[in-house]
């Protein structure tokens, strides 16, 4: 069984920075794809942005330029460094990690990220 914990979120001023870290256990096949998702109260879950194995990035178009993933393989963790803060950003994130060969998906529990003006 495959756990992902995240770490890092937490209440923060319009312009301000975090950085949020998610480590995954259990037996962990490769190739993968790691990422981040947002989700607001009544809205469903939405890409931020995700990481492959091998370095490719996707990112939602509302972040690219303030948001930059990053990975390391040989902990099995991924981050999201968040810079430029908005409102907006403001929702609980979600750790995911989905293997690519034999598909199979996992959720982290949920880190709550404020942004206050």
Avoid: H
């Avoid at 981040?36 to 990112?59: C, F, H, I």
């Amino acid at each position: 069984q495959v756990q992902l914990v995240e770490s890092g979120g937490g209440l923060v001023q319009v312009g301000g920075s975090l950085r949020l870290s998610c480590v995954a256990s259990g037996t962990i096949l490769r190739p993968n794809v790691m990422g981040w998702y947002r989700q607001e109260p009544g809205k469903q879950r939405e890409l931020v942005a995700s990481m492959s194995t091998d370095g490719g990035t996707n990112y939602a178009d509302s972040v690219k330029g303030r948001f930059a993933i990053s990975r390391d393989n040989a902990k099995n963790t991924v981050y999201l460094q968040m810079n430029s803060l908005k409102p907006e950003d403001t929702g609980v994130y979600y750790c995911n990690l989905e293997t690519t060969k034999i598909v199979l998906e996992y959720w982290g529990q949920g880190t709550q990220v404020t942004v206050s003006s």
